[in-house]
């Protein structure tokens, strides 16, 4: 029989994520993990597959936490490198020009 392990993290807002051990999400996505997917879960505030349907770019990206972010990422709201590398964990590229 094989066995399998199962990484369980738990927010502080309640919400409860599930991965399998070789799912790479959690790898890959450090900081949207730590910092952004218990509110973004796609009821509280829209889910990270939404965030990269509607900002093509990671200029676009942080203008937008920066400027229209809820009063609850004030916290990131003063840290562009911070924006800027969740933008990049969930995909989203740079601009042409940079």
């Known amino acids: 029989m094989e066995t399998k392990v199962l990484i369980i993290s738990v927010f502080l807002s309640g919400t409860i994520l599930f991965f399998p051990a070789g799912d790479t999400f959690a790898a890959e996505r450090p900081l949207w993990l730590n910092k952004c997917a218990a509110c973004h879960d796609g009821k509280t505030a829209p889910a990270a597959e939404s965030l990269v349907e509607k900002y093509k770019t990671v200029e676009e990206f942080t203008e937008a936490v920066q400027t229209k972010g809820h009063k609850g990422m004030n916290i990131l709201k003063g840290s ?6 969740i933008a990049q964990e969930l995909g989203i590229k740079e601009s042409q020009g940079k």
Not at 80 to 85: E, G, N, Q, S, Y
């Open 80 to 85: 562009l490198p911070l924006i800027k590398k």
